[in-house]
Every structure is written in structure tokens, then in C-alpha cells.
């Protein structure tokens, strides 16, 4: 079963406006992080913000932020004002620390959503 | 201060030949991970270690691939013998157990290999 799910593979969205891009997971781990990662066309991983699952407050990095729903067990990232260097895939991820083994700190990455803003 | 090195950047080689990747993760990270990425199966993980221990290597395609890591500061993916389907970006990427944002994996630049 996927345990990260991005539903959108495309979205075009027009410059200067916000974009949602949808993320959902899966874990019975009462104990996990979630991960936004850019990865624009030169194809390095950048990481953009980060929300542990005991956070009582939703992350903000500047002009992401995350939406997180953790009833509905989603972690949507919201990029306000889009620039044109905004273009790029992003990939949403999970860490669980599943039990009894130890340190489980591996991420698992959905498929990923390419952006492309629209001058 | 030094990001995760990663090489060869790019690597062209003919179908049966060994390939060896390199990474030098960040000083200090004590886990250190392989993941493939290709656009049919998206980022795989391949396999991690955690203070130079294999911790699961699950993802590991098959026989043909290995990984080490002698010591902290170094690790290699091996293809023996190489296939055209082995053709993918190599990302090696390191994190730290305990911190802020604990589990954040900071990325290399990835290794694409091509395999002919």
C-alpha cells in the first residue's frame, strides 16, 4: 500500500498567484515527520519544510507553509505568491519509527507533483 | 561547510561493465542512504545504514547491486554487471538521528548513470 500519496502530477498555476499541492499518508506510527522536497530541472534535492506529527502548530519556511491535517492524515504545502523559479517537482515524504526496530529513520517519498508557473 | 559528495556525476558505460558510485556524506551524519530515482518508479530507497551498519537493505534491486560503507565518512554502490534497466539518478543523501528536524536528508548533487 502507498504510503505517500500525491494525487496531482501536473498542475499549471499562473505567477504571483498561491498553489496547493496535496499530500496524504498512511502510518499507524503515532510518531512520524513530514517532508517537502523541490527538485527543479537541475535535479538537486532541496528541502523546504518539515512538520512532526506532535507539532502543535502548522510550518511556515518564508513562503511555504504547510497544511496539516492530521485527523484526515494530510500535509498539503501551500507556496504563496509563485515565482517563476518556483517550477520544479516537489516530492512529499514520511519518516515513521515503527516498532520494535530501532531507529527506523528512512523517508518514503510519493511520486511527486511538477509545477510549472505560468508567467 | 561541505555537502554530500557524490561521484562520478555522470557515468556512460556498456551493458555487463561493474559500476561504482562513491558518496561522502556530511561529517558528523551518523545515517547514510541510497535511493534511486528513475520515471517509471519515481525515488526508491535502495538501502541505508546507520554508523556504518547496514539497516535495511530491502530495496536492493538484486543481486547485482552492493553497497559498503567502511567508514564514516564513505560509501559505494556497486552494479555488477550492469544492465540497461540500472539506468537512473543515484542519490546518496545523509541525516543526523537526533535534532530539530530529525530524519531531514540532505541530498548530493546524484550520480546519473547510463547504462548502453
Known amino acids: 500500500a502507498q504510503k505517500i500519496t500525491q494525487t496531482q502530477p501536473g498542475m499549471f498555476v499562473q505567477e504571483k498567484e498561491a498553489v496547493t499541492l496535496d499530500c496524504t499518508y498512511d502510518t499507524s506510527d503515532p510518531s512520524y515527520g513530514l517532508f517537502w522536497y523541490k527538485q527543479p530541472s537541475s535535479g538537486e534535492m532541496i528541502f523546504l519544510i518539515y512538520q512532526g506529527s506532535y507539532d502543535q502548530q502548522n510550518a511556515t519556511e518564508g513562503r511555504y507553509s504547510l497544511n496539516f491535517q492530521k485527523a484526515r492524515k494530510s500535509a498539503n504545502l501551500v507556496i504563496s505568491a509563485s515565482q517563476l523559479g518556483d517550477s520544479a517537482m516537489y516530492f512529499c515524504a514520511m519518516r515513521e519509527r515503527s516498532r520494535p526496530s530501532f531507529g527506523n529513520e528512512k523517508l518514503t517519498f510519493g511520486t511527486g507533483t511538477r509545477l510549472t508557473i505560468i508567467p | 561547510d561541505a555537502g554530500v559528495i557524490q561521484s562520478p556525476r555522470h557515468e556512460v558505460t556498456e551493458m555487463g561493465q561493474e559500476v561504482t558510485l562513491r558518496c561522502k556524506p556530511i561529517s558528523g551524519h551518523d545515517y547514510l542512504f541510497w535511493y534511486r530515482q528513475t520515471m517509471m518508479r519515481g525515488l526508491e530507497l535502495l538501502i541505508y545504514f546507520n554508523n556504518n551498519v547496514p539497516i535495511d537493505d530491502s530495496g536492493m534491486p538484486e543481486d547485482r547491486f552492493s553497497a559498503k560503507m567502511p567508514n564514516a565518512s564513505f560509501s559505494t554502490l556497486k552494479i555488477q554487471p550492469s544492465e540497461p534497466r540500472d539506468s537512473a539518478v543515484y542519490f546518496c543523501?545523509?541525516?543526523?538521528?537526533?535534532?530539530?528536524?530529525?530524519?531531514?536528508?540532505?541530498f548530493g548533487e546524484g550520480s546519473r548513470l547510463t547504462v548502453l
Open positions: 543523501a545523509s541525516s543526523l538521528s537526533s535534532g530539530q528536524r530529525t530524519g531531514e536528508l540532505f
